[in-house]
T-cell receptor
Framework: DGGITQSPKYLFRKEGQNVTLSCEQN?????MYWYRQDPGQGLRLIYYSQIVNDFQKGDIAEGYSVSREKKESFPLTVTSAQKNPTAFYLC?????????????FGEGSRLTVL | AQSVTQLGSHVSVSEGALVLLRCNYS??????LFWYVQYPNQGLQLLLK??????LVKGINGFEAEFKKSETSFHLTKPSAHMSDAAEYFC???????????FGGGTRVLVKP
């Protein structure tokens, strides 16, 4: 089945540790996105990529890093520089053109810092 | 720059009653507008979208929304609520030439039997 796969679903981290969240898609979409979701704040864009080997910062990129070495994959690293990393992280993809904005989401990764 | 405001973080409706979720946007270019739904501990799913043309847009699960340029609004409605409509709903905007969505804060819908 085509879709977005995020892993792990739940992740616990000690303060000071970097963690990497995986996002893989088999929809052949060019664009991929990472959003952070906190209660009452909606979704905030962390990073996005429209093409392999290129990505742009979103609204809250500080303390995060990404790579886009393959069209199918867009991993997110939450670094120790991120002051408040506990959140629900959502990865999404979309095609270009008229269907841009029609995002397909993964089921999310919930990160808890202990 | 663009932004989205959803009025009411929580809405409670009785089963069979009208569902009305309010969304106002600001955009410096003609907007594309979207409504997404999120069930607990899941990703978001597209309900409907407006790009150009007819201002009344029909989506999945009996939902519809009307684009009103003069009011900069894109309210979501459903004539008769069902228990399965309990979820969180997000309005989003993208400039017509843009490449990323800006989401509102979300409205959580509770359906009472």
């Amino acid at each position: 089945d085509g879709g977005i796969t995020q892993s792990p679903k739940y992740l616990f981290r000690k303060e000071g540790q970097n963690v990497t969240l995986s996002c893989e898609q088999n929809l052949n979409h060019d664009a991929m996105y990472w959003y952070r979701q906190d209660p009452g704040q909606g979704l905030r864009l962390i990073y996005y990529s429209q093409i392999v080997n290129d990505f742009q910062k979103g609204d809250i990129a500080e303390g995060y890093s990404v790579s886009r070495e393959k069209k199918e994959s867009f991993p997110l690293t939450v670094t120790s520089a991120q002051k408040n990393p506990t959140a629900f992280y959502l990865c999404a993809s979309s095609p270009f053109g008229p269907a841009a904005g029609e995002l397909f989401f993964g089921e999310g990764s919930r990160l808890t810092v202990l | 720059a663009q932004s989205v405001t959803q009025l009411g973080s929580h809405v409670s409706v009785s089963e069979g009653a009208l569902v009305l979720l309010r969304c106002n946007y600001s955009s410096s270019v003609p907007p594309y507008l979207f409504w997404y739904v999120q069930y607990p501990n899941q990703g978001l799913q597209l309900l409907l979208k407006y790009t150009t043309g007819a201002t009344l847009v029909k989506g999945i699960n009996g939902f519809e929304a009307e684009f009103k340029k003069s009011e900069t609004s894109f309210h979501l409605t459903k004539p008769s609520a069902h228990m399965s409509d309990a979820a969180e709903y997000f309005c989003a905007v993208m400039g017509a030439a843009g490449n990323k969505l800006t989401f509102g804060g979300g409205t959580r819908v509770l359906v009472k039997p």
